[in-house]
């Protein structure tokens, strides 16, 4: 068996989630006019506290329309230098919403408001407008590290002092709650707008969905549109995230156990330097100087583990629902080897 750690967007439906996807009821999506993609969207919205919700392709469709909607040309992002929305997003910010970025280093990508506090440019001809600051929960590149919600709501207050809108790109959000066991009410007060990925930890085949005001997501479903996003008998998808919504999200905590699991393996292994703590359901380590993680990879590969380079010397592994105590103990057998 192929050991599969690359991604948590591995994972394939499982039979009961098939199941609900063959009975949906669909329609015309670009209509309004599929209701298990509407339900999809009203329980996602209820769950965190919005008017609205917007299911899309892919979570960099719902970060980029979220960035678009909220930005003027020329005006700037404050955001991470680890952040997806720059690094993974091809450009996407300058690209779709000519919008500059303005980036801060902080913590394995977690930021400060007062970090937050000391970039905002001054109303004055020579600077773009900061108008838009985003967040990341989990951090991917940080190695699914998680904000406390204290520090949030003191980077809310700064931007509604500052005329700033918050948003979450909260891929991993769940990842998150299931640990500090917040309700996910308090991030709908915090944000403006909350990008959540059902393909990821969740398991869905495909998709994302977007929260906001009706205001937002209105303007966001033109954008959709705009960007060749309108999609027709969705509703197939959607009822996987309903199903997905309502089954996966507690099991989360057995990904992250296994992780740290994988996280204790690494620490006997010669070639690995440092391993960044394991706060859920991912694991990076950074191996010594000589050893390239493109090689290493390889080797891995060859024992049948798949795992993603994360940098020059950076290996990344996550796990997901398909990766269970027996691919574990297969990892820890083939690992040791
Ligand atoms: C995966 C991911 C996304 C969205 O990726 P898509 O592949 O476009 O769905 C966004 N942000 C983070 C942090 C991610 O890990």
């Known amino acids: 068996m192929t050991i599969e750690l690359r991604s948590d967007t591995f994972t394939k439906p499982s039979p009961a989630m098939l199941e609900t996807m063959f009975s949906a009821a669909v329609g015309d999506d670009v209509f309004e006019e599929d209701y298990t993609v509407k339900a999809l969207q009203e329980k996602t919205a209820q769950l965190f506290g919005y008017e609205a919700g917007l299911f899309c392709t892919s979570g960099t469709m719902t970060n980029q329309i979220a960035i678009n909607v909220h930005v003027n040309q020329g005006d700037e992002v404050i955001c991470d230098a680890l952040s997806h929305v720059y690094l993974y997003e091809g450009g996407g910010i300058a690209a779709n919403s000519s919008a500059s ?66 948003h979450l790109d909260g891929a991993r959000i769940f990842n998150a709650l299931v640990e500090t066991q917040e309700n996910p009410l308090e991030y709908g007060k915090m944000f403006d707008s909350i990008s959540i990925c059902l393909s990821k930890g969740l398991g869905i085949p495909v998709g ?120 574990l103990e297969e990892f820890r057998k083939r690992i040791l080897r």
């Open 101 to 166: 970025v303005n980036l801060l280093h902080g913590n394995r990508g977690r930021i400060t408001a007062e970090q937050i506090s000391e970039v905002i440019q001054a109303d004055n001809v020579h600077y773009p407008v900061s108008r838009l600051v985003s967040l990341e929960n989990t951090v991917n590149k940080g190695g699914g590290c998680y904000y406390q919600l204290s520090e949030i709501q003191k980077i809310k207050a700064l931007c509604q002092d500052n005329n700033m809108a918050l």
């Open 208 to 327: 994302s969905v977007l929260l906001g005001t009706t205001d937002f997501i209105k303007k966001a479903r033109k954008v959709r549109k705009r960007w060749g996003g309108g999609w027709r008998q969705a509703g197939y998808l959607a009822a996987a995230g309903i199903y997905a919504l309502e089954n996966n999200i507690e099991r989360l905590k057995e990904d992250h156990k296994r992780a740290r699991e994988i996280g204790k393996i690494m620490e006997g292994i010669s070639a690995v330097e440092e391993i960044y703590p394991v706060d859920t359901n991912i694991v990076i380590f950074r191996l010594n100087n000589k050893i390239l993680s493109s090689d290493y990879v390889q080797k891995l590969d060859e024992k049948g583990i798949k795992a993603a380079t994360f940098g020059k010397h950076l290996v990344r592994f996550v796990t997901h629902l398909d990766f269970t105590d027996e691919h």
